[in-house]
Structure formats: structure tokens, C-alpha cells
């Protein structure tokens, strides 16, 4: 049998503006208001008409109130709950994946497997699962957290919780509900029922859950890690990893360092993805999209003295045109990406307002510059040349930078043979290409029939 012709990931972070920290102030966008379910209805249309795999919500979860000046000139209290929207969006799409951010910190794992069976079922086999650990200092006053764990003890916690998910949403067999016995009153076979018994460090459970085994097997596991921990935990746990990198030879090292630590998992190389974030200005001639670029740098530039931090780290006493201090404090949150945007600093020998527009306005991520070939191209180097299986779109102003994404680059792209041209799958394990989970009940009975 001939294997699949791989083919480049698209996915999208989608926002409620776009990207770009102004973009709620552009004289065309409707801002302000309740919450309206359309705005986020038409852009996931947008993006399924452009074949995307996925449509990726993220979740900054408890932003504390300690700084209301700074909240008061962001956009805030337009979003919605990524589980709820999810649901919501099932309903008015039909091919595109559903990933929902959720904090490992702030749930119990019976809850979480149960709406994310729930949503699998709703979406048609859709939905995926981004699972974040981090601890802001907002989050834990918003929760009470009174005693956080540190980032080692929140990524251990993150694996036992999934562990636990898996094991409830294995509590069926496939199929375990296909075949009830209206003559015998038996509505199923007692033997494909398998309760959950689980006694571990961080969670204590004795159930099984009330819903079928997910279309997916288990929803499809994304995840973003970039320290030790993190790149260990993807590799154990992750099916596609959003990562972040300015140049192929960093992207090569980060693909080649996680996937070549799958296998002491028993994975292989193709079971994890990596798809980096990827910021971009087109344009139909190069000066154009560069000048695009300028006016964004510099729209940033006014506001940097505003907010002169950099991953949670005040940088306000120091000169904004001066270097990047030695020996500043690591954050609790994103060390991974600190220890990037120092390495940065320090080999660019880039001042501190230089470093927050390359790594802070664009989250570390790589912008590409150019005509929509020159897109293109740049997507497609990076992608037959061992740096990334897709990327994560961060579109500047929605809908219009993804609009154009979706009519000028995408058609180079389908041209090029690298990206589909329609959907082939019906869920989103399909249409990535990924593996279905097996049940590791029905696993355990053929080894020990063997």
C-alpha cells in the first residue's frame, strides 16, 4: 500500500480583532459590545473555505484585576469560554477542527473528559484538545490557589490528568452501544464496560463515564512547550505541538529534538507534528508587503513604553535603547521562550525595545514577508526542508490579512501539490493524518491472548 502524500497543516489562532494589539481601533471594525457569536461563525467559515484543518482557540484564564489601566486600553470581555464556543461552532461547520484550550490547573479530569466526549460526538469527531499547565499570578488569585505548584510539579500533574482522561474515556468499547437487545432486555455486554480505578499522586477516582467512547478515540492532543519539561512532555503526550521559531536552523533543532524523543515513548517520528506560529504581510510587490511590515512595527513601537515587559518580566527601570540586562529573573510561565528571546538578545546584540518588537508583538514567531509566490515559497522551504509539518497562522486584522491568506496564498500552495485541495477526511485525526487511538482494554485482551 502506498503511504499518503504528506501534506502542509494549516491552522489559524483565532482572535477576535486579529493579532495586531490595535486592531479593535481600525475605522472598519465593528468594536465593543456583547459578545457576538457570529463574529466568530463568519471567521471559521472563512477559514473552512479555505480548507484550513483547524481553527485554534486559545484561553488566557484568570486575568487578575490588578492593573485596571493597562485592561481599560485592551480588548477584553469579547470572547467566549473555547469549550462553549466550540460546541456553538459545531453546528455551522462541517469539516474544519475545533481546538479548545483548557488549563490543566483549574478542572478535574472526569469534567474534562466528559465535555470533550461530548464535543467529539457534537463535532462529528472535530474537536482537539489544547492542553496548557502554565500559572499566572492572575490565575491563581482568580482561583484561590493559595499554594501553586512549581513547573516541574505542573507538568507532572498535566500528565497524570491525562492519563486519567484516557483511561475514562477507554471505560467503553467501541461499538459497545450499537447493539441493545429489546427481546432480551440486555442493552449491552457487561464485558465491554471497563470502570475506572485509578489511585495516583494528584487524583483519586472510582467511576466510569456517562457517555461513548469519542469518534477519535480521544480528541487529538496539542500542546506548546519549549523548555525541558516541556519539549519532554510533548514528546510523551503531544500529537501536534505549536511551536515558535524566527529561523529554520532554530525550527530544525526544535523539530528534530522533540520528535527524536518519541521514541523512548514507544512513538514514532510521524506520531508528533509541529507547527510553528507564523505572522506575515503580503502585498502585491515586495516593497508594498515591506512597507505593509513598517507600519505595523511602528503602530507597536508607540505603545512599547506602555508595557516594557517581556514574558511576565518588568523591564520598565531599564533604558528601552539600551541592552538587554544580565542576570533578570526567569518567569514562572514560558521559560522556554525567555531563554529564546535572551539567546536573541544576546546574539543580535538587539536593544530591549528592539527585542520586544522581533520577539514580544510577535510571540517569538517567525514573520515572512513578500508577493503571495514569495509566501508560498517561504512556507514551502520550511516544510520539505525539516523545519515544519504546517504552521499556526497569526493573522494581523480579521477578517482581511486571513482573506487574503486564504485567495492568494492558499491557490500557490494547492498549485505546489502541498496542501489539499478538499477535505478527504471526516474527522480531524483524518484529515492530520494522525493514528486512532486504540481502546487499552481491547489492547490488553489481545496480549494476553497472544
Known amino acids: 500500500m502506498s503511504k499518503k502524500k504528506r501534506q502542509l497543516i494549516l491552522s489559524t489562532f483565532v482572535q477576535l480583532y486579529g493579532t495586531h494589539a490595535n486592531a479593535w481601533r481600525r475605522p472598519e471594525t465593528k468594536a465593543g459590545g456583547n459578545p457576538d457569536f457570529n463574529d466568530w461563525a463568519d471567521t471559521v467559515k472563512l477559514l473552512e473555505r479555505g480548507k484550513f484543518d483547524i ?181 510523551q503526550h503531544a500529537e501536534l505541538i505549536y511551536a515558535a521559531a524566527q529561523t529554520i536552523e532554530e525550527a530544525q533543532a526544535y523539530y528534530n529534538d522533540v520528535k527524536g524523543r518519541a521514541a523512548k515513548y514507544g512513538r514514532e517520528p510521524d506520531d508528533v507534528r509541529v507547527i510553528p506560529g507564523l505572522f506575515y504581510h503580503i502585498g502585491s510587490s515586495r516593497q508594498e508587503a515591506e512597507e505593509k511590515y513598517q507600519s505595523y512595527r511602528e503602530s507597536h513601537d508607540a505603545n512599547i513604553s506602555n508595557r516594557q515587559q517581556l514574558f511576565g518580566i518588568d523591564l520598565s527601570e531599564h533604558p528601552l535603547d539600551g541592552p538587554l540586562p544580565e542576570n533578570l529573573p526567569e518567569p514562572a510561565n514560558g521559560v522556554g521562550r525567555w531563554r529564546q528571546a535572551v539567546a536573541l538578545a544576546r546574539r543580535e546584540n538587539l536593544s530591549i525595545r528592539e527585542l520586544i518588537l522581533r520577539f514580544s508583538i510577535v510571540q517569538g514567531h517567525r514573520i515572512v514577508i513578500g508577493t503571495p509566490v514569495d509566501i508560498a515559497d517561504q512556507i514551502e522551504d520550511w516544510f520539505l526542508n525539516g523545519a515544519a509539518d504546517g504552521f499556526n497562522l497569526k493573522p494581523t486584522f480579521l477578517p482581511d490579512s486571513l482573506a487574503e491568506f486564504i485567495d492568494q496564498v492558499v491557490p500557490e500552495l494547492q498549485k505546489r501539490g502541498i496542501f489539499r485541495t478538499e477535505y478527504e477526511g471526516k474527522t480531524l485525526r483524518e484529515n492530520l493524518g494522525l493514528k486512532r487511538p486504540p481502546n487499552q482494554h481491547v489492547l490488553g485482551k489481545a496480549a494476553k491472548a497472544a
Open 55 to 235: 481553527a485554534f482557540f486559545a484561553d488566557f484564564v484568570g486575568n487578575g484585576g490588578g492593573d485596571t489601566d493597562r485592561i481599560g486600553r485592551q480588548p477584553r470581555g469579547g470572547g467566549f469560554e473555547p469549550l462553549t464556543l466550540a460546541g456553538a461552532l459545531s453546528q455551522v461547520t462541517k469539516h474544519i477542527g475545533l481546538v479548545a484550550t483548557v488549563n490543566t490547573n483549574f478542572n478535574e479530569p472526569y469534567n474534562i473528559a466528559r465535555r470533550f466526549a461530548s464535543l467529539d460526538h457534537l463535532t462529528g469527531g472535530r474537536i482537539g484538545w489544547n492542553i496548557v499547565s502554565s500559572l499566572s499570578e492572575g490565575a491563581a488569585n482568580s482561583f484561590g490557589v493559595a499554594d501553586p505548584l512549581d513547573h516541574a510539579g505542573r507538568y507532572e500533574r498535566a500528565a497524570e490528568f491525562i492519563e486519567v482522561t484516557k483511561e475514562l474515556w477507554d471505560t467503553w468499547d467501541d461499538g459497545t452501544f450499537d447493539h441493545p437487545d429489546k427481546d432480551t432486555g440486555q442493552f449491552l455486554d457487561p464485558a465491554s464496560v471497563h470502570p475506572i480505578h485509578h489511585h495516583g499522586k494528584h487524583f483519586k477516582v472510582d467511576t466510569l463515564l456517562d457517555i461513548a467512547r469519542p469518534l477519535q478515540g480521544y480528541p487529538v492532543f496539542f500542546q506548546a512547550g519549549n523548555s525541558e519539561a516541556g519539549r519532554e512532555f510533548a514528546a
